[in-house]
């Protein structure tokens, strides 16, 4: 059998392998190669679906904030670099009802970082944002950094950066396994073989396919997106309307404003069940889902048609507490970035730095990689647990 030869391979070129190969693709000496089983910037991965949330003033807890400040660097690095706007900065407006748990984490976070921010009570709310239909009793919290990715066009401009830089990209390209040997990792596609010095696995949803060791850690929950027409779209436009997180009651919502100039997203997810493999999710809501969805976003938004004009299904892996993986193999050669738990694409720029610096021969703690993070320290965590959450952005 011929192997074709490399230093680094990345298999997957989305949210995470699109940005492990610009960062590889700068490095002096450093023979990159990435493989993609779809085409170049598709429809089939978690990152697509015209924008995602960007927030500083994360529910979370500050584990994220660094990840989150670093990633914003890199977000302007790469809106330079390629020059292509990217990074909306319209500010991220999260309004739930005071005392809510997930609004009092992050009005922590932002007091505990120093966050610029403004709080609102419910008086100021209706009255700077009309678009809301605000009850009695919420609060907002405006994140000032926060705002709106467009994940199409970050990972466009990754990938074209790094074939700029030289990089070897082939996609309509499925891998079918991954072995590791002494002398490096053979790579077998569906286009050929290769040996490379070490891998990253960043296949998102399909991590399991080619890492059996993640079937005990990694469940695919479903991602709904909608997007609704505002009678009055001039409202929704991103110079009056910020991307935002909305919950009322056991209604959560979460959004971005209109992009396109006459629709808006906004989106709240079915009560689908957790899956095993992509194979088994469901490819677009049903009817039912959809009017219900439409009914409520007609009771939070104003002078909202509630038929969707448009709506599609994306998937995400999720790890039990929603720490993503950032592992190494017990040679070092093989890195496996995966597990953003439908929060990740914010800061995909670092996870793409850190699996750059750990195939590159940087250990974790050189790279500064969270020991949470390490899949034993995840499977540690699940054996006394056993327990999922979900959500999303």
Not at 256 to 265: H, L, N
Not at 321 to 337: E, I, K, M, N, Q
């Amino acid at each position: 059998m011929d192997l074709q030869q490399t230093d680094v391979l990345v298999i997957g070129a989305g949210s995470v392998g699109s940005m492990a190969l610009w960062q590889l693709s700068k490095r002096d000496g450093v023979d990159v190669v990435g493989i993609e089983q779809y085409g170049r910037v598709h429809a089939h991965g978690s990152y697509a679906g015209e924008s995602r949330v960007f927030r500083t003033a994360v529910h979370e807890g500050g584990t994220y904030v660094p990840m989150i400040r670093r990633s914003r660097e890199l977000w302007r690095e790469l809106e330079r670099e390629s020059g292509r706007a990217i990074y909306s900065e319209v500010g991220a407006l999260s309004i739930a009802p005071e005392g809510f748990p997930d609004f009092e984490t992050a009005l922590g976070t932002v007091r505990d970082f120093d966050l610029e921010h403004r709080l609102l009570d419910t008086a100021e709310l209706r009255a700077e944002f009309p678009q809301h239909r605000v009850h009695d009793g919420d609060v907002g919290l405006l994140d000032a950094h926060g705002g709106g990715l467009r994940p199409e066009v970050a990972v466009m401009s990754a990938l074209d950066l790094a074939e700029a830089n030289g990089a070897r990209l082939f996609f309509n390209t499925a891998v079918i396994d991954v072995e590791e040997r002494a002398n490096g990792v053979v790579v077998r596609t569906t286009q050929g073989s290769w040996l490379a010095r070490t891998v990253i696995v960043a296949s998102g949803s399909w991590s399991t396919r080619l890492s059996p060791d993640l079937h005990r850690l990694l469940r695919l929950q479903v991602l709904g997106l909608t997007w609704f027409m505002p009678r009055r779209p001039e409202l929704f436009a991103p110079d009056r309307f910020p991307v935002f997180l909305r919950d009322a009651g056991a209604v959560h919502f979460f959004g971005a404003p209109s992009f396109d100039g006459y629709a808006f997203k906004a989106c709240t997810n079915p009560e689908w069940p957790v899956f095993r493999d992509v194979s088994e999710v469901p490819r677009a809501h049903t009817r039912e889902e959809l009017i219900r969805i439409g009914q409520r976003a007609a009771e939070l938004f104003v002078d909202v048609n509630p038929e969707p004009v448009r709506e599609s299904v994306h998937h995400c892996a999720y790890t039990p507490d929603r720490l993503p993986v950032v592992d190494t193999s017990a040679s070092g050669r093989v890195v496996t970035v995966t597990g953003l738990s439908g929060h990740g694409f914010k800061f995909s720029p670092r996870l793409g730095e850190w699996a750059s610096a750990l195939a590159t021969g940087a250990t974790p703690d050189e790279a500064g990689v969270d020991p949470r993070f390490a899949l034993p320290a995840h499977l540690e965590r699940l054996a006394v647990t056993g327990a999922y959450t979900g959500g999303g952005h």
